[in-house]
């Protein structure tokens, strides 16, 4: 018979009848034939729809690329019972459509109808919303924005976008911690300046300081727009350094295009012009040295009124005692706080040690401490392994937008938000 059976064309081996069993057998196999066929029936329109289409629709959850959470026609997304799915199953019911929306457990349950439970029984927390790129460091939104871009004879200048959007608030880096720190805790803004000077210096302070210190650019680089294109790739906010007259003018110079107090309004608003438009994504300004020019209330208070009006911050490097720009900031409706430690006022090592305990002090005295620095090799090497280690010690690394005392966005703790 095998032999008769191998040898037969294909597709006509002969049937072999099998022995009765009785009626009751054969209706029972037609009975579940008929309930198979009525499963497969209910079942074909979903297989047939592309994969991730049929994500739990009888709970009203969207299909993966659709617009999320559309209420189904003729009905609510709560209409049907909720069903339960223990915490670390594989059913992506829930966790898809909280995934596309960023919405935690409870919204999830009010929008499908799922209820959502923890393993024995617990409810299940709400979801966690973690900014990845700003909280690793893995780059800035790139720049220039075209809302806050005046084109001059110059060049292109920041300003105020028509819908209110200012460079201060659209260039900033968020004050970010990974969690540790409560409510009140102290923080410290950094500003390491002279970038774009030297590319050496500058190439390591953007590849080994932490993202949330801030870089201040000369305007003199030969190369800033890569260099600051750069920084925002390692989610450094930076400033403008703009060069004012110091007292010993011209014997120390800091170059071309100095706001010079004895230059008149109309000259030293169009060489701020000029330095405005080096380059462009810059959050603030600072001034550099600047002694003298800081020190008159004729000349500088023209130039503070124009960095308010293009949406900028100000900062003083807090190099010259007489300087009058905090006094004169709030008169002009701009935003600007002044430096606490000069960090490498001396360049040895063990002082600039020394100036880094003062900082710390001064943020736990007064909840925000400023300190600035040169972009010298010791100080990079130095401020970098101090920066690194400020979370362990109970201190926020905040960027220097986040130190304005007119700005204080809050520091984002995980879930919670500290002002």
């Known amino acids: 018979m095998m032999d008769d059976d191998l040898n037969a064309p294909l597709g006509q081996f002969p049937v072999q009848t099998r022995p009765s069993r009785g009626n009751a057998l054969y209706a029972a196999v037609a009975i579940a034939g008929l309930g198979l066929l009525a499963v497969s029936a209910a079942f074909l329109p979903v297989l047939g729809r592309p994969p991730g289409a049929a994500l739990c629709a009888a709970n009203g ?3 993966l690329g659709t617009a999320p959470y559309e209420t189904p026609a003729g ?32 919204a999830v349950e009010r929008r499908t109808g799922v209820k959502i439970i923890r393993a024995g029984g617990g409810a299940a927390p709400e979801a966690l919303i973690i900014d990845v790129t700003k909280a690793l460091n893995t780059g800035l939104p790139a720049a220039p924005d075209p809302r806050l871009i005046e084109q001059t004879p110059h060049g292109p200048i920041p300003r105020i976008g028509a819908d209110g959007a200012r460079p201060s608030e659209v260039y900033a880096r968020t004050a970010v911690s990974s969690g540790g720190l409560t409510q009140g805790s102290p923080r410290i803004a950094l500003l390491i300046g002279g970038m774009g000077l030297a590319p050496r210096a500058t190439e390591s302070a953007i590849a080994s300081l932490p993202g949330a210190v801030t870089l201040g650019f000369a305007p003199y680089g030969a190369d800033l727009a890569r260099e600051t294109a750069r920084a925002r790739e390692a989610g450094h906010e930076f400033i403008l350094q703009i060069p004012m007259e110091p007292f010993d003018f011209p014997r120390d110079n800091p170059g071309p295009h100095t706001l010079l107090a004895g230059a008149g309004k109309a000259a030293n608003i169009d060489n701020l012009t000029w330095l405005m438009s080096r380059f462009t994504g810059y959050a603030g300004v600072a001034n550099f040295l600047g002694g003298k ?25 807090g190099t010259s005692a007489q300087s009058l720009a905090m006094t004169l900031a709030p008169s002009q409706a701009l935003a600007a706080a002044r430096a606490d430690v000069v960090l490498d006022s001396t360049a040895e090592p063990e002082a600039i040690e020394a100036a880094l305990a003062r900082l710390e002090a001064r943020a736990r005295d007064k909840g925000v401490a400023i300190g600035v620095a040169s972009a010298l090799p010791p100080s990079i090497v130095i401020i970098g392994r101090f920066a690194r280690a400020l979370e362990g010690r109970g201190i926020a690394l905040i960027p220097l937008s986040a130190a304005m005392p007119s700005q204080q966005p809050g520091l984002a703790l995980g879930s919670s938000t500290v002002r």
């Open 75 to 106: 009905g609510s997304n709560n209409a049907h019972p909720p069903h339960r799915i223990a915490e670390g199953a594989s059913d992506t019911t829930a966790t898809v459509p909280a995934q596309k929306a960023g919405l935690g457990a409870a």
């Open 293 to 317: 020019f800081t020190a008159d209330a004729k000349a500088l208070t023209p130039v503070l009124r124009e960095i308010a009006a293009r949406g900028l911050f100000y900062v003083d490097d």
């Open 61 to 63: 959850v969207p299909a």
